[in-house]
T-cell receptor
Framework: GENVEQHPSTLSVQEGDSAVIKCTYSDSASNYFPWYKQELGKRPQLIIDIRSNVGEKKDQRIAVTLNKTAKHFSLHITETQPEDSAVYFCAAEVTGGGNKLTFGTGTQLKVEL | NAGVTQTPKFQVLKTGQSMTLQCAQDMNHNSMYWYRQDPGMGLRLIYYSASEGTTDKGEVPNGYNVSRLNKREFSLRLESAAPSQTSVYFC??????????????FGPGTRLTVT
């Protein structure tokens, strides 16, 4: 089955700096890679996703890059703000039916003033 | 639209007790999921239902059962709760676009403690 590894587990940046979170996956047939943000005590919510037919996708201050050859994808947050502080999860499609995802173990991002 | 709703929000059980977590979605999604979230371990899939009338095991199904009652509702049952089942449980739903996987929408979660 799909295995997703996520690094780092914690990340502290100064407000205004950039943050990068990286994930690797094992199933070369996976074609869908979403990123979820979870604020303390809240539900995970999708912030951006990418499919394998593109290498990069941007939405304002966030971007995701995908390298299918190396089987890794990354989340980039520019000009970080205190409200970006949260846990971020990457995920990858589990192929073989069922519309399933395998999640990484999460990155706790702290944006310091 | 309420999206995905879950009941209860909090629950404390004694070892050996049983309970059912309820989940409902009003987005006409065909797929529904149950996850558990433990510190440092991300979201792990317990059971899922790709479409109404079908259910399948996920990564950590032991000690749980599910029922897809209809297209809207998907319940998770703990027959004999154990302390290892102390966790936050999330229900989610998504719409399968042909064969293309799509966004999963999560409920607010149920915080379960087993003593």
């Amino acid at each position: 089955g799909e295995n997703v590894e996520q690094h780092p587990s914690t990340l502290s940046v100064q407000e205004g700096d950039s943050a990068v979170i990286k994930c690797t996956y094992s199933d070369s047939a996976s074609n869908y890679f979403p990123w979820y943000k979870q604020e303390l005590g809240k539900r995970p919510q999708l912030i951006i996703d990418i499919r394998s037919n593109v290498g990069e996708k941007k939405d304002q201050r966030i971007a995701v890059t995908l390298n299918k050859t190396a089987k890794h994808f990354s989340l980039h947050i520019t000009e970080t703000q205190p409200e970006d502080s949260a846990v971020y999860f990457c995920a990858a499609e589990v192929t073989g039916g069922g519309n399933k995802l395998t999640f990484g173990t999460g990155t706790q991002l702290k944006v310091e003033l | 639209n309420a999206g995905v709703t879950q009941t209860p929000k909090f629950q404390v059980l004694k070892t050996g007790q049983s309970m059912t977590l309820q989940c409902a979605q009003d987005m006409n999604h065909n797929s529904m999921y149950w996850y558990r979230q433990d510190p440092g371990m991300g979201l792990r899939l317990i059971y899922y239902s790709a479409s109404e009338g079908t259910t399948d095991k996920g990564e950590v199904p032991n000690g749980y059962n599910v029922s897809r009652l209809n297209k809207r509702e998907f319940s998770l049952r703990l027959e004999s709760a154990a302390p290892s089942q102390t966790s936050v449980y999330f229900c989610a739903s998504s719409h399968l676009l042909g064969r293309a996987i799509s966004e999963q929408y999560f409920g607010p979660g149920t915080r379960l403690t087993v003593t």
